[in-house]
C-alpha cells in the first residue's frame, strides 16, 4: 500500500534489521513509496468543513455526505445540449446520520429527449421526466448512497437541491422501482475449496480461493497487486488515481496506489485468473533493485505455460476507482477493474466470485474478534528481493475498532478495519494489495470484508495491516460492477 514516505523508509530500516518478519504473506498491495509525491492537484477538491466535493469535470461530481453537510445544489441547463456527451453525473455518498434527499424544484426535463436517473445501486432505482419529478427521494432498504445520472438535451433546466435525511425520514419517498441485475442461478458466490490446516502463513492449495487473481504486468507472470472476482466481468482492488480530467472510468492512463510506472499505463496490466505458481516479481519499489520483467516474447509459449498451469488471462478493459480515493490517507482505497470478456464460469471451473456483505445489516459489524484469511503473492518481508512464486495464504485476526484505533488513531476512519497480530510476525505485504481479506460468514459460504490496503512496514509488532472495509463501498461496488452486461452468481441461502 502506499505509505506516507518518510514512515515507509523508517519502517523499511526496522524491518531490514530483522524484525521477525517469519511468515509474513506479501504481495501486492502495501507498496511502499511514490504515491504520496504524485500530484494530487488534478482533481479539484473542496473540503467544506466535513463536507468534501470532488469534482472530476464540471459534469461528473461526488458529494460526501458528512453530519455537517451543507445543503448542496446541483443544476444542468440548455448548454448540456452542447456537449458531445450530454450525460451527467452526481453521485451523494452517504454517511449514518446523513443520508441524502434529493429534490428538484425547478424540473424541465422533456420525456421525449431526456431523463433523470437515480438509483442506489443495490435495490432501488426510477427515471424521472416531464412532470414525475423528484421530491424528497432516498434510497430503498436503509441504503446510504444516491448516484444520479442526467441525460440531457438542449431543452433540458435542472435544480436539485441535497439534504441530508435520516433513516425512514418523513415525507422521504424511496426509490419505486427494483433493480434486477443479471444474476446466473446456475454458479455460485463466495464457495471456497476446503482445506482444514490451521494456517500460520503458507503454501496455499491450488484454486484454493476461486475469486483470487494476480495483477500481472502484461506478457509476463508476474504479479504487482492482488485483487477478487465479484462478477464475471468484474475485478475488486485497490483504488487507482486517475490524472487528467476525465470521466470516472479511465481507459488509458491510471495512477496511484496498485498503478505506477509502466502500469500508467493500462495496456501494460494483466489479470491471471486461477494463477497458483507464478514467477517471481523483483522489484515492487521497496528495495531499489531494478532488472528487465521477465517477458515472454514467445505469446504461444505464454499461452502454454498458462494452459498448463491451469490458469486464463485477461486483459483490463477499464478501471474504476472509487471517487472519494485520497492517495495521502488511503481513504476509499477501492477500484474495479473491467475486464476485456466474461469469465465463463461454467467453462473454467475453478473460477468462481467471492460473495459482498449483504447491505443494510452489514454496515453494523465491525467482524471483530473474528477470523479472517487472506491469501496473495506479496513479499515475504520487506527486505526480499523478490516474491514467492507459490500462492501464500494467513488466516488473521480482525480487531475491534476501538483496538484498531488505539494503534493507529486518526489515521484509521470507519472505511477501514485492522487485520493481524498485535505482536506481529504475520501480515500481508508489499505486492498483496488489492487482494482479499474473507471469512466464511455462512456455513462454507466466503464473503470479502475487506481488500489489503496499507500499513507502516509489514508484520511489525503494533502494526496490524489496514484493510478498507468493502462493507463501505457496497454500494458503489454493486453500481459500478452492474454494467456492460455483468452476470452475476447466486448468493448461497
Ligand atoms: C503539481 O501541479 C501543480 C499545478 O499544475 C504544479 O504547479 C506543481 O509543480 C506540480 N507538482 C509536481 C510535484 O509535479
Ligand atoms: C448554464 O450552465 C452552465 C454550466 O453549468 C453555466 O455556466 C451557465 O451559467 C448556466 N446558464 C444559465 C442561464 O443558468
Ligand atoms: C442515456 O443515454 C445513453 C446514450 O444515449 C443510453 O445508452 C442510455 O440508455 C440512456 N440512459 C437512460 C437512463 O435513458
Ligand atoms: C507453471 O508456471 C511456472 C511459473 O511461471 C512455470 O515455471 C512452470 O513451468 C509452469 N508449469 C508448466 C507445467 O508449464
Not at 442461478?185 to 487473481?213: H, S, T, Y
Request: charged share 20%; net charge positive; proline share 5%.
Amino acid at each position: 500500500m502506499v505509505f506516507v514516505i518518510l514512515l515507509i523508509l523508517v519502517s523499511i530500516a526496522t524491518v531490514g534489521s530483522g524484525a521477525g518478519v517469519l511468515n509474513a504473506i506479501t504481495g501486492g498491495a502495501k507498496i511502499v513509496g511514490m504515491d504520496a509525491l504524485v500530484n494530487h492537484t488534478v482533481r479539484l477538491k473542496k473540503v467544506l468543513k466535513d463536507t468534501t466535493l470532488v469534482t472530476e469535470t464540471d459534469c461528473i461530481e461526488t458529494m460526501f455526505m458528512s453530519p455537517f453537510h451543507h445543503p448542496v445544489t446541483f443544476t444542468a441547463n440548455s448548454s448540456i445540449g452542447d456537449r458531445q456527451d450530454p450525460t451527467c453525473v452526481w453521485n451523494f455518498v452517504g454517511t449514518e446520520p446523513c443520508l441524502p434527499l434529493i429534490t428538484c424544484p425547478t424540473f424541465t426535463v422533456p420525456c421525449a429527449t431526456s431523463s433523470l436517473t437515480i438509483t442506489d445501486g443495490v435495490y432501488g432505482y426510477e427515471s424521472f421526466c416531464g412532470d414525475n419529478k423528484p421530491n424528497q427521494i432516498q434510497a430503498s432498504n436503509d441504503l446510504r448512497d444516491l448516484y444520479v445520472t442526467l441525460n440531457g438535451s438542449k431543452s433540458v433546466n435542472l435544480e436539485c437541491n441535497v439534504v441530508c435525511g435520516r433513516r425512514g425520514q418523513k415525507g422521504g419517498v424511496v426509490l419505486g422501482k427494483k433493480m434486477e441485475p443479471k444474476v446466473n442461478a446456475n454458479c455460485r458466490c463466495g464457495m471456497k475449496a476446503n482445506d482444514n490446516r490451521i494456517v500460520g502463513g503458507e503454501d496455499a492449495i491450488k484454486n484454493e480461493f476461486p475469486w483470487l487473481v494476480a495483477l500481472v504486468e502484461a506478457g509476463t507472470r508476474q504479479p504487482f497487486c492482488g485483487g477478487s472476482i465479484i462478477n464475471d466481468r468484474f475485478i475488486l482492488t485497490a483504488a487507482t488515481k486517475i490524472p487528467k480530467k476525465t470521466t470516472l472510468k479511465s481507459t488509458s492512463f491510471i495512477l496511484g496506489h496498485c498503478f505506477k510506472g509502466r502500469f500508467l499505463d493500462i495496456k501494460n496490466i494483466e489479470i491471471i485468473v486461477n494463477g497458483h505458481i507464478l514467477d517471481s516479481t523483483p522489484n515492487l519499489g521497496v528495495l531499489k533493485v531494478k532488472p528487465p520483467p521477465k517477458k515472454y516474447t514467445d505469446l504461444a509459449e505464454l499461452a502454454r505455460i498458462d494452459a498448463a498451469n491451469g490458469s486464463s488471462r485477461f486483459a483490463a478493459e477499464e478501471v474504476f476507482v472509487h471517487p472519494l480515493y485520497v492517495s495521502e490517507t488511503n481513504d476509499f482505497d477501492v477500484a474495479t477493474i473491467l475486464l476485456d470478456r466474461p469469465i465463463d464460469f461454467k467453462a473454467i471451473g475453478k473460477a468462481g466470485p467471492i460473495c459482498l456483505p449483504e447491505l443494510p445489516l452489514s454496515y453494523m459489524r465491525t467482524f471483530g474478534k473474528r477470523h479472517a484469511t487472506i491469501a496473495g503473492w506479496g513479499l515475504q518481508g520487506l527486505e526480499k528481493e523478490g516474491t514467492p512464486t507459490i500462492l501464500q495464504k494467513l488466516v488473521v485476526n480482525v480487531f475491534l475498532p476501538s483496538e484498531c484505533k488505539s494503534l493507529y488513531a486518526h489515521r484509521v476512519n470507519r472505511r477501514m478495519l485492522c487485520g493481524g497480530f498485535k505482536e506481529g510476525g504475520k501480515d500481508s505485504c508489499a505486492g498483496d494489495s488489492g487482494g482479499p481479506l474473507v471469512m466464511e460468514d455462512k456455513d462454507k459460504v466466503w464473503y470479502q470484508i475487506g481488500s489489503v490496503s496499507w500499513g507502516d512496514g509489514c508484520a511489525k509488532e503494533a502494526n496490524p495491516g489496514v484493510y478498507f472495509r468493502t462493507t463501505e463501498s457496497g454500494q458503489w461496488l454493486r453500481h459500478t460492477a452492474n454494467r456492460n452486461g455483468a452476470v452475476w452468481c447466486d448468493v448461497p441461502e
